[in-house]
């Protein structure tokens, strides 16, 4: 059973930065997109961007030109570099990995953006 473990959230003031980290419990070579997505209070769930096997990413309009994902396929690890953050940023941010019928959820870290 593959898992993800989400780590580097926390409370960053408004023009900061974070960058979270989803370690994956298996090889992630063959696994074909990966991806952050995020739900605000009382929101739905929505895209923040895609990255797939072959390093192409893919942004929501509201963080395109802030926040880059990228991968290390050594570490297993998927990363969201957060740069100039705002207080609608605010949310829990979760790690998906799709690849074939596989599609896991991490548990989801809290970054809080104060103004």
């Known amino acids: 059973q593959v898992q993800l473990v989400e780590s580097g959230g926390g409370l960053v003031q408004a023009g900061g930065s974070l960058r979270l980290s989803c370690t994956v419990s298996?090889?992630?070579?063959?696994?074909?997109?990966m991806g952050w997505y995020r739900q605000a209070p009382e929101k739905q769930r929505e895209l923040v961007g895609l990255?797939?096997?072959?390093?192409?990413?893919t942004y929501a309009a509201p963080v395109r030109g802030r926040f880059t994902i990228s991968r290390d396929n050594g570490k297993n690890t998927l990363y969201l570099q957060m740069n100039s953050l705002k207080a609608e940023d605010t949310a829990v941010y979760y790690c998906?990995?799709?690849?074939?019928?596989?599609?896991?959820w991490g548990q989801g870290t809290l970054v809080t953006v104060s103004s």
């Open positions: 990255i797939t096997s072959g390093g192409i990413t």
């Open positions: 998906n990995v799709r690849s074939g019928s596989l599609e896991v």
């Open positions: 298996r090889n992630i070579l063959s696994i074909n997109v």
